[in-house]
């Protein structure tokens, strides 16, 4: 069985689109869990009316809103399936390719399936393919084939893929053996489970063929662009990840140069988000997270990814005047 775990919140105009499609486009059996963090408006009357309509569906509720991440990490808690996949409530699913995904994963020996996905601007726009650099990231580890088993070394640079939940499907005891956790922060709650997924697999299976269609807001107003203070959270997020490589030694040897860079593009990418009154916070924060990275680290870095180290030997400088790149 396949579980869907789908963290709700003001839901009310979208939420019985994306369900009504899990249960039409997916044929393979499943139970879809809803966790309702603290809506407002007629989503808990929406999911009413679904349980109604479908067998599978069990609805959970926050008494108070705690962010997307927080209700995935109550919906893996009450998973019953022995696969799971972390979807949202306004985006869709295509039809047929989680099952022709879950076909390859229960003949493999892989912890997870690993997807591309597509996107639209708009519930009805017309869908597009990913990110520029995930697709090239993607076609360097793929080289043409439809599907194929790897582990990390083969395809670390996925570790930088923009960090989404929807295009993983894990085996649920996998997940659970990893303590797969998303980061109870307004923004970026999906960071540390990209991580900690990729980082502990000893097999990962990647399908050439994507089951997400991301839908983004025609009028912007959504998480991603998010401007207020709750943009700094995503410091939080990044300390969360940090802590996996703070627990092992080889993870850090082999992988961080990657954080390093990804941690880069990232404050890059935000510190064109954040309203201008909480920018020199925000600076403050990007030396502070870098602060901790040590010489080893940064030689490290410098071997792998030399344009990221002269990035990064300036930021450690602000809080390490004696340090010599």
């Known amino acids: ?15 019985r689109e994306t369900v009504e499609g899990i249960f039409r486009n997916i044929s393979y059996e499943k139970e879809v869990i809803l966790v309702d963090d603290a809506s407002i408006d007629a989503t808990r009357s929406v999911m009413a009316d679904l349980s109604k309509q479908f067998k599978g569906i069990r609805c959970f509720f926050h008494s108070e809103n705690k962010g997307a991440g927080a209700a995935r990490n109550t919906g893996l808690c009450e998973v019953r399936g022995e696969f799971v996949l972390f979807f949202d409530s306004d985006d869709l699913i295509i039809e047929g390719a989680v099952d022709r995904t879950l076909d390859i994963l229960e003949t493999s020996d892989a912890d997870f399936a690993f997807t ?11 869908a597009g393919g990913m990110h520029t650099r995930d697709g090239q ?20 640079c996925l570790l930088t893929f923009t960090n989404y939940p929807w295009n993983k499907i894990l085996r649920t005891n996998y997940a659970r053996e990893i303590g797969l956790y998303f980061s109870e922060t307004p923004v970026n709650n ?4 990209h991580w900690q997924c990729l980082l502990g697999a000893k097999n990962i299976l990647m399908v050439d063929e994507a089951f997400c269609l991301h839908i983004v807001p025609e009028d912007g107003n959504n998480i991603t662009n ?15 990840t940090e802590t996996l490589f703070n627990k092992n030694p080889e993870l850090r040897r082999k992988y961080y140069y990657h954080f390093a860079e990804f941690k880069v593009m990232l404050m890059k990418w935000a510190r064109d988000r954040i309203e201008a009154r909480h920018k020199a ?14 010489f080893a680290d940064y030689l490290n870095i410098k071997s792998q990814k030399p344009k990221i180290a002269s990035e990064v030997s300036k930021l450690i400088l602000r809080q390490h005047p004696s340090f010599s790149a």
């Open 1 to 15: 069985m396949l579980s869907i775990v789908i963290p709700v919140h003001n839901a009310e105009y979208h939420l």
């Open 116 to 126: 591309p996905y597509r996107y639209s601007k708009g519930r009805s726009g017309v």
């Open 137 to 156: 990231l993607w076609a360097s580890v793929m080289q043409g084939q439809s599907k194929k088993e790897i582990d990390l070394d083969t395809g670390a």
């Open 190 to 193: 999906d960071i540390h489970a």
């Open 226 to 240: 998010m401007h207020d203070r709750r943009r700094l959270a995503v410091f939080q997020a990044l300390d969360d």
């Open 281 to 294: 916070q925000f600076n403050e924060s990007v030396y502070a997270s870098f602060g901790a990275t040590s």
